[in-house]
């Protein structure tokens, strides 16, 4: 009889000592997913956010693209020489050749 008795109490505190780290491990499991949970979240409001920032800049840089080409029409010849240019004598383009250089220094 009494070795019952102390192997129930094994059991006792094999069960009790199991219910305790089954609790701990959830408990580190919801704090886990929480903090992914979170994560993920403030991921989405950010970009949501780039999104948007992105979205005004480009409407920022079509209304500029706008002023230049509104400007760009004013500009004529006589506008150009009343600021000072000049026209040019003869007008020369350049190519790129290849160049050849040796690293003997290295």
Do not use: H, P
Not at 15 to 23: E, G, M, N, P
Not at 27 to 46: Q, R
Not at 52 to 80: H, M, P
Request: net charge positive; hydrophobic share 40%; charged share 25%.
């Amino acid at each position: 009889m009494k070795n019952k008795i102390s192997s129930i109490g094994e059991y006792k505190s094999l069960l009790q000592k199991s219910t305790k780290y089954c609790f701990l491990a959830s408990g580190i499991l919801f704090v886990s997913y929480l903090y992914v949970v979170g994560a993920i979240t403030f991921s989405v409001v950010e970009r949501k956010g780039l999104e948007e920032s992105t979205k005004t800049l480009l409407s920022d840089i079509s209304a500029e693209e706008l002023k230049y080409l509104s400007k760009e029409k004013e500009l004529t010849k006589d506008l150009a020489f009343e600021e000072g240019f000049i026209t040019a004598s003869s007008i020369a383009f350049t190519s790129a050749k290849r160049a050849v250089a040796w690293n003997a220094g290295r």
